[in-house]
Nanobody, 126 residues
Framework: QLVESGGGLVQAGGSLRLSCTAP????????MGWFRQAPGKEREFVAG????????YYEDSVKDRFTISRDNAKNTVYLQMNSLKPEDTAVYYC?????????????????????WGQGTQVTVSS
């Protein structure tokens, strides 16, 4: 029910903007998150945003490089990724949570999210 786009191949230091939308369903009242999974690793939290956009959270390694935002009128969530590094290479997933817990622990926990996209590949070359 969630569709990610915007992934691709980029050189280290470059930028990409991922988008997540939900055709036929509105997620404007849901908290949203971005996760990523590299080969052989567990899926990890990257960033999260409350339904209003008033609170955001980031994983420490992406803080100051990535920005999560949303446009509820367009039913779309974005992840702007700057200064990309080879270690950012992964499949990136968008997720939606109907919950009203706004703690960082809640946002960073995979089981907090009820809906997931299929993922988009991001590859950063050195």
């Amino acid at each position: 029910q969630l569709v990610e786009s915007g992934g691709g191949l980029v050189q280290a230091g470059g930028s990409l903007r991922l988008s997540c939308t939900a055709p036929g369903r509105t997620f404007s009242t849901y908290s949203m998150g971005w996760f990523r999974q590299a080969p052989g690793k567990e899926r990890e939290f990257v960033a999260g945003i409350t339904w209003s956009g008033g609170i955001t959270y980031y994983e420490d390694s992406v803080k100051d490089r990535f920005t999560i935002s949303r446009d509820n009128a367009k039913n779309t969530v974005y992840l702007q990724m700057n200064s990309l590094k080879p270690e950012d290479t992964a499949v990136y997933y968008c997720a939606a949570s109907p919950g009203r817990d706004y703690s960082r622990t809640y946002f960073s926990t995979r089981t907090s999210y009820a809906y997931w996209g299929q993922g988009t590949q991001v590859t950063v070359s050195s």
